[in-house]
Each structure stands twice: as structure tokens, then as C-alpha cells.
């Protein structure tokens, strides 16, 4: 489970490489209407990446679901 605050599910792309797993995100910045000012940023936005070591052995996605701000991945491995 990854933590994405604020992204949206069609801005979320998960890759399997060599090294692990590599997660983009963007976020898109709020519209704020006339007269509205920000005191206190508490979810960034932006481009984002993260990227997890996993154990050597390879690996296939076979879940992926954004729920309230949580990005779940369920991964099954295979024989090498």
C-alpha cells in the first residue's frame, strides 16, 4: 500500500522493472475561486515517483486499486 493523496486514478502509472517497483503520480493543484487564498499546503502537488526494492525473483501485478488516497498493489510472484 502506497499513500497518493490527492491523485486521481488515471494519473497513477505502476511499473515492474529490474529493480522493483516504480510508481508515478501527479497531482493536480486545486481550483481555488475569487477571493480564496491558501494559509497551509498539506497535500503536495506535482509530479511524484516512488519506487520500492522488492527481493530478487520475478513478479507479475495482479491487483491495483486506488481507495481514499491509498494506491493497493497485490503482486504474485513466479519462479525466476
Do not use: F, K
Not at 517497483?21 to 497531482?27: F, I, P, R, S, T
Not at 493543484?29 to 475569487?34: F, I, N
Not at 486506488?66 to 525466476?80: A, I, K, S, Y
Amino acid at each position: 500500500m502506497i499513500a497518493l493523496p490527492g491523485v486521481r486514478v488515471e494519473d497513477v502509472q505502476v511499473q515492474l522493472t529490474a529493480a522493483g517497483l516504480q510508481v508515478d503520480a501527479a497531482v493536480a493543484p486545486q481550483a481555488l475561486g475569487a477571493g480564496m487564498n491558501i494559509l497551509r499546503m498539506e497535500i503536495p502537488y506535482g509530479r511524484m515517483r516512488r519506487r520500492v526494492e522488492l527481493p530478487s525473483g520475478r513478479y507479475a501485478l495482479a491487483e491495483r486499486r486506488l481507495e481514499l488516497g491509498c494506491l493497493h498493489l497485490r503482486l504474485t510472484e513466479g519462479t525466476p
